[in-house]
C-alpha cells in the first residue's frame, strides 16, 4: 500500500511513520509534508525515500530542497503544494494529519482523487461537514476516522446492516486534568497546569482543549459528520481510565465497544489496513489490572464549552467554525498569559453570540467566518 501523508511531522504523523517502518514490507511513503520542520523532514526524506516532499513554509521548502540535492525526490513549497501530495497518483491512502484549516482543500481533493482517506484533521468535518458529505457522495465514500474515539465507533459499527439500528453513539472523554473541579476551582489555572494529561500524549492545543471539553466538543460535531447521526444521539460520557474508547448504542438495546490501552497506533494502523487488521507488539490491554471502569454524566456546567458545541452542532453552518476558530485564539491568548482558563470558554460563548450563522456555507463563507471568529476574540480581550 502506498500511503501519502500530510503532516508527518507530527505527532500522528510520526506514530504512522513508525507503523511504516516496522511493516515495510507492507507499506512504502509515497509523499510526506510538513509546515518548518526542516530537520526532521530531511530525515524522515532520506529514511523513507518518498517520490514528493511538501513544505508549506516557503523559505523552509527552499532550505530542504537545498539540503536534498543529493537525492532525486521531489520538493514543492507553498500552502497548495498539500494538494499535489494529496492527490499524487502513486498514492492509495492519504494520511490527513496536518493541524488548522489548512487541511481541508488537500482532503478534498484527495476524495476527488479516489484515494482512501485516513482522516486526523479536526477541521476538515467541523467547519466543512456540508462540502465534504456532498463530495463523498459524488465521488464515493472513503473517509475512515484516525481519532481515537470515532475508529472506536467506526469499529462497532462494523457488520451492523442497516443505519437506522443505531439508536446512539456513546462518545467517552477522559475527563481531563480537573475532572471533578468547580468554576471556581479553575479561575487561577495557569497553562503549566493544563498542559498536563494523565492519559494521553498529545499536542499543547489539544490538552488544553481536552482539558476544557473542547475536544470532545468538536469530536461530537465530527461525529455528526462521519456517522450522519444527530447530535441529540451523541451522549458524551466521561470515563476516566480511557479503556473503552467509545461504543455504539443499537435499538435492541445491545451496546458494542470497542476498548484497548490509550495507543493512537491502533486507529492510526486500523484506517490504514481496514477491513483488515495487523498485529501490533506492544500495549495488551490486560483487563484484570482494573478494579473498575467508571462511567459517569460530564459537568458541563463547569465545562460549558461542551454545550456551546452542541448547539453549534445542532444550528450547523458557519457556527461549527466560529467555535473551532475562536477556541484556537482564545487557546493561543490563555497559552501566552493574555486570557484566564475560564476566558476560553466565555470567549467561544461571545464569538459565537456575535455570529451571523450562514447555512450550508461554501469554503469561502468558511474562512470568513474563522477569521471573523478570530478577530472578535483578539478584539474582546483589548
Ligand atoms: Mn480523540
Known amino acids: 500500500m502506498n500511503i501519502s501523508i500530510l ?7 510520526t506514530q504512522t511513520l ?24 530531511e530525515r524522515q526524506a532520506r529514511e523513507f525515500k518518498p517520490e514528493l516532499v511538501c513544505v508549506a513554509d516557503v523559505a523552509s521548502a527552499r532550505e530542504l530542497k537545498i539540503k536534498l540535492n543529493d537525492t532525486n525526490i521531489k520538493v514543492l513549497g507553498g500552502k497548495e503544494s498539500l494538494i499535489e501530495a494529496s492527490s499524487i497518483q502513486s498514492a492509495d491512502t492519504v494520511v490527513t494529519a496536518v493541524v488548522g484549516m489548512t487541511g481541508i482543500e488537500p482532503t478534498i481533493s484527495a476524495i476527488k482523487s479516489r484515494k482512501r482517506v485516513a482522516l486526523a484533521n479536526k477541521e476538515t468535518l467541523v467547519a466543512a461537514g456540508n462540502i465534504i458529505k456532498e463530495c463523498e457522495a459524488e465521488y464515493g465514500k472513503c473517509i475512515i476516522p484516525v481519532d481515537s474515539e470515532h475508529s472506536a465507533i467506526f ?3 462494523q457488520g451492523m446492516a442497516d443505519k437506522r439500528e443505531i439508536k446512539k453513539i456513546i462518545l467517552t472523554a477522559s475527563g ?8 471556581e476551582d479553575l479561575v487561577n489555572i495557569t497553562p503549566a497546569d493544563a498542559l498536563h494529561n494523565p492519559n494521553w500524549d ?3 492545543k489539544v490538552t488544553i482543549d481536552s482539558s476544557t471539553l473542547v475536544n470532545k466538543g468538536l469530536e461530537m460535531i465530527e461525529a455528526k459528520w462521519l456517522f450522519d447521526i444527530p447530535m441529540d444521539k451523541i451522549e458524551v460520557v466521561v470515563h476516566r481510565q480511557s479503556v473503552v474508547h467509545s461504543a455504539v448504542e443499537f435499538v ?3 451496546v458494542i465497544a470497542q476498548l484497548g490501552m490509550p495507543d493512537m497506533r491502533v486507529p492510526i494502523q486500523y484506517a490504514l489496513t481496514y477491513p483488515n487488521r495487523m498485529s501490533i507488539q506492544r500495549n495488551e490491554l490486560d483487563l484484570t489490572e482494573y478494579a473498575s471502569l467508571t462511567f459517569e454524566k460530564p459537568d458541563t456546567k463547569t465545562f460549558y464549552a461542551l454545550e456551546l458545541a452542541r448547539k453549534a452542532g445542532i444550528e450547523g453552518g458557519t457556527l461549527a467554525t466560529v467555535f473551532n476558530a475562536a477556541d484556537e485564539a482564545a487557546v493561543e491568548l490563555f497559552l501566552k498569559g ?24 461554501t469554503l469561502s463563507d468558511i474562512y470568513d467566518a474563522d477569521k471573523e471568529a478570530r478577530e472578535a476574540v483578539y478584539k474582546r480581550r483589548k
Open 7 to 13: 503532516g508527518s511531522t507530527g505527532s500522528i504523523g
Open 18 to 41: 513508525d507503523i511504516v517502518r516496522d511493516h515495510s514490507d507492507e507499506f512504502k511513503v509515497t509523499a510526506i509534508t510538513g509546515n518548518k520542520n526542516v530537520a526532521l523532514l
Open 155 to 157: 469499529q462497532s459499527m
Open 176 to 183: 481531563g486534568p480537573f475532572y471533578g473541579k468547580k468554576r
Open 202 to 204: 498529545m499536542g499543547a
Open 252 to 254: 435492541d438495546n445491545a
Open 338 to 361: 493574555e486570557l484566564s482558563y475560564m476566558g476560553i470558554s466565555e470567549a467561544i460563548e461571545y464569538a459565537m453570540n456575535e455570529h451571523n450563522n450562514i447555512k450550508n456555507p
